[in-house]
Structure formats: C-alpha cells, structure tokens
C-alpha cells in the first residue's frame, strides 16, 4: 500500500519562516524608530543643556568657547555661530573621506537652533545662587544628551568626526586628536571673548563618566541579542560629545 505524504512540514517552515522574517523587519523597523527618538532627544538635549551653561557664565564646553567668542566678533547669536562652524567642519570631512550619517546632518542644525531657543526663554541669572545650579544641571543634562545621541549610533557629530578622520589619516591617538583640537579650540574662543571659567574644568573631568553611564542607561538591545548593540562602540568615541 502506498501513502503520499503532503509536504506540510514544508509549507509549516516556509510559513514559519516568512512569520519571522516579518517579527524580524519589524523588529529592525522598532529599533530604528528608537534610535531616531533617541537621535533627535539627544540633540535637542544636547542644545538646550549648552544654553544652561552659558546662561551660568562660569565656564564652557570646548566647542562653545569658540562659538561664544565668534558670537561676539560677529554679532551673530551663539546658536547660529555653532551652525556655521558645524558646516565648516563638515566640509573638512571630504579630503579626511569621512562619511557622515543622518546624525552628522541633523547635528549641524539642531544644537544651535535648541541652544538659542533654550537662551531666548531662560530670565537672566545675576547671582551664583541661581548661576551654580544651571551649571550643574547643564554639565548632567549634557552627559545624557551625550549617552543617547551616541547609542543612536545614527552618525557621529562633525566635531567628533573630524577627530576620527585626523586619527585615521594620521596614525594618531583619537585622545591625541581630540586633545590637540579642543586646546586650539579653546585657546581661539578665550583669545575672542569666550568663557572659560570653573564650569570648564567641570565639564572636562566629568563629561567623560557621566556619557559613559549614560551611554549604557540608553543603549539601543541588538536584534535577537540580550545585550547592547552599542557595544561594538570604541571607548574612545564612546566618550567624543557631538
């Protein structure tokens, strides 16, 4: 007697198979929406916890020295100098043969608009009762701009970049790099008019740790893994702000 078998144990994996392949883009697609939350929180973060800290006027990021003291050649507000400086940078990357992503793009753009933004509602602070706490706010709400911007993994700022391509090009450290830039950048900016003050020191010894922490609190989980897909990070840029 002869039996014939339906091929359902086919058509069950073919089934099963196209229901995975459907979790799994929607999956990717849950992710990516994340990570584009997470992108535009953090750069938006990232502006605003900047604005604090020139509102406190005890000290600046690097960056920002700089774009306080071309601010104050130009007449220009803060925000607008951070854009124009981005953009330069930016094209800094072509003989580098860096690659930005959406990240890169929409770094030029929105820090400076979310930092005179937060200026343009903040009342003015005169006295250090007032002055001390937007310092402190700012350099935490700027370590966790940091940590969720990075673990977007969406493209890294043109600052950061610029320090990944000389590290490339050169052979050097990307700490080397980053050191030589920000000291340039800083002496430029205090040389303009830029602040440079106890918030400054404040920044550079804690921004590192707390973007470190936060990096790990807003890690994006990889597809069908437990842990972390920020972890194919480097630690070095792990810590670059954008």
């Known amino acids: 007697m002869a039996f014939v078998l339906k091929p359902q144990s086919v058509t069950h994996r073919a089934t099963s198979t196209t229901r995975g392949d459907i979790l799994s883009r929607r999956d990717r697609l849950d992710r990516l929406g994340r990570r584009l939350i997470q992108l535009y929180a953090g750069l938006v973060l990232y502006g605003a916890s900047s604005g604090l800290l020139v509102e406190a006027g005890l000290g600046l990021e690097p960056w920002n020295v700089l774009h306080q003291g071309l601010a104050e050649l130009t007449g220009l507000t803060i925000g607008v100098v951070s854009i124009v400086v981005g953009a330069v940078v930016l094209l800094l990357w072509i003989p580098l043969r860096q690659r930005p992503g959406v990240g890169t793009v929409s770094n030029v753009f929105l820090v400076g608009v979310a930092m005179d933004g937060t200026l343009s509602v903040l009342p003015e602070a005169h006295t250090l009762t007032v002055r001390v706490p937007l310092l402190l706010a700012g350099v935490l709400l700027n370590g966790a701009a940091t940590g969720l911007y990075i673990a977007a993994r969406l493209g890294p ?10 590290h490339r090009r050169t052979g050097r450290s990307v700490r080397l790099m980053r050191t030589v830039v920000e000291v340039a950048v800083v002496a430029t900016g205090f ?7 106890v918030g400054t020191l404040l920044y550079a010894v804690s921004i590192g740790p707390l973007a470190q922490f936060f990096l790990r609190l807003f890690a994006v989980p990889a597809a069908g893994a437990g842990r972390p897909a920020v972890a ?3 630690p070095e840029g792990a810590i670059l702000r954008p």
Request: hydrophobic share 35%; no cysteine.
């Open 157 to 166: 700022g043109p600052r950061d970049g610029l320090m990944t391509g000389l």
């Open 191 to 197: 040389a303009l008019g830029g602040t440079i003050g």
């Open 232 to 234: 194919a990070t480097s």
